[in-house]
């Protein structure tokens, strides 16, 4: 268990919680301290899917600047991995993971919801990548993951301006996939990822997997990951049973082992 990032369990959802006052800032203790808790979560059997949650007051207000105004060109060379790598961590966690947004999530706050599958909004939450207002751009994903995901026109706009997003324009241009009030967005972000305590955490895993390495290739060859994470399901012991009641007793019936 980390200093300042724990991951605390409860029901088989598997909660990522952030916890350095005032405002959550990732120096490089909290990405390392990710990283750790990112994998556990990944292989842990008890945990079915995951939170990302910062705590009531904010979601993360982005990287510590303090930390990284101090730095030269050699040593941002060398963090710049470490930099990358929480958001990575983040990303390649093979299960459904939500991020619980109450807030500001800017900068690399922005960047670490944008590592995971959904984000769930809080109406006061803002948004941003105001990285250009420092002289540097997004560093731990931000040029990529946001132009993934509302586009490189949209992303550009956020990316050279600088500026907040709140809920509602968030919400609108695909960068957050809730809103909620915000003493129900943690809760409606656990609810969501309860639904796959039990569920066939191996089919889950290929279908990640293969929306997630598919999104980086040409469709052709998207659809050849599809095709061999497909047929690699039907090795498992989920996909038997899967088949066997839908034969039997029809659609939502099965019981599952992750086997």
Known sequence: MGEFVRLEVADGVGTIRLDRPKMNALDAQVQRELIEVSREADTRDDVAAVVLHGGERVFAAGADVKEMAEMSYQEMVRHAHLLQEFTRAVAAIGKPTVSAITGFALGGGCELALATDLRFAADGAKLGQ??????????????QRLARLVGPATAKDLIYTGRFVDAQEALAIGLVDRVLPADEVYSAAVAWAAQFVGGASLALRAAKAAVDRGLEVDL?????IERVEFTGLFATDDRTAGMTSFVENGPGKATFTGR
Request: proline content about 11%; overall charge negative.
């Open 130 to 143: 105001p990285e250009i207002l420092l002289g540097i751009i997004p560093g731990a994903g931000g040029t």
């Open 220 to 224: 052709q060859s998207g659809l050849e």
